[in-house]
């Protein structure tokens, strides 16, 4: 079974401290990992996408990169905007255009 | 910049009656899906939709719930006979495409609270 597992599930930081969130899938073929941001009350918005091992994809005070196994995204630099929950999702070969999401990263950014 | 629009944003049902969500994709895009989630849980798939059929649903996604593009721009998921554990944001969303790392665009979700 295809599953995703976000660490750790809520994070508080100072702005202007540099952390990162882990998101580590297991699924039969990965055709996708992206990487959404999700406000209170709000759908989620679309940040990254990801595929190849090795691939980075960067905005903003924001970077993600992906392995075989996991993906992370790096936070350089907080700002209290930043405050949100991170879903991290994959799209599995056998899933055809579904996403699996994980339970999300909640983010604190204190000023 | 394009956007999925979805109405109501708060609908409030009594059990057992049917409701209907709306959504207008964005205009290019080809695919078009439901997702759900149940407060404090995670983002679950519904149903996928393309070329007037549906091309992928989830086993949450059974005889009570139907889809439903009845003209060039609205999508619409029916809940019949609701239950109380209906109650969640449902989430419209929108691809211009099938491929792998077409990114799928979300609306602003219709919260559902069946009592």
């Known amino acids: 079974e295809d599953q995703v597992t976000q660490s750790p599930e809520a994070l508080r930081l100072q702005e202007g401290e540099s952390s990162s969130l882990n998101c580590s899938y297991t699924v039969s073929g990965l055709r996708g990992l992206f990487w959404y941001r999700q406000d209170p009350g709000k759908g989620p918005e679309f940040l990254f996408t990801?595929?190849?091992a090795g691939e980075e994809k960067e905005k903003e005070r924001l970077k993600a990169t992906l392995t075989k196994k996991e993906s992370f995204l790096h936070i350089t630099a907080p700002k209290p905007e930043d405050s949100a929950t991170y879903l991290c999702?994959?799209?599995?070969?056998?899933?055809?255009?579904?996403?699996?999401f994980g339970e999300g990263t909640q983010l604190t950014v204190n000023p | 910049e394009p956007e999925v629009t979805q109405t109501p944003s708060h609908q409030v049902t009594q059990m057992g009656q049917e409701v209907i969500l709306r959504c207008v994709p964005i205009s290019n895009h080809l695919y078009f899906y439901w997702y759900r989630q149940i407060l404090g849980q995670k983002v679950e798939f519904l149903v996928s939709f393309y070329n007037n059929e549906i091309s992928e649903k989830s086993e949450i996604f059974d005889d009570q719930f139907s889809v439903e593009r009845p003209d060039g721009s609205n999508f619409t998921l029916k809940i019949r006979s609701t239950k109380l554990e209906d109650s969640a944001m449902y989430f419209c969303?929108?691809?211009?495409?099938?491929?792998?790392?077409?990114?799928?665009?979300f609306g602003q979700g219709t919260r559902l609270t069946v009592v």
């Open positions: 969303a929108s691809s211009e495409d099938s491929r792998p790392l077409a990114e799928a665009f």
């Open positions: 999702a994959v799209k599995p070969e056998t899933s055809g255009s579904r996403l699996t």
């Open positions: 990801l595929y190849s």
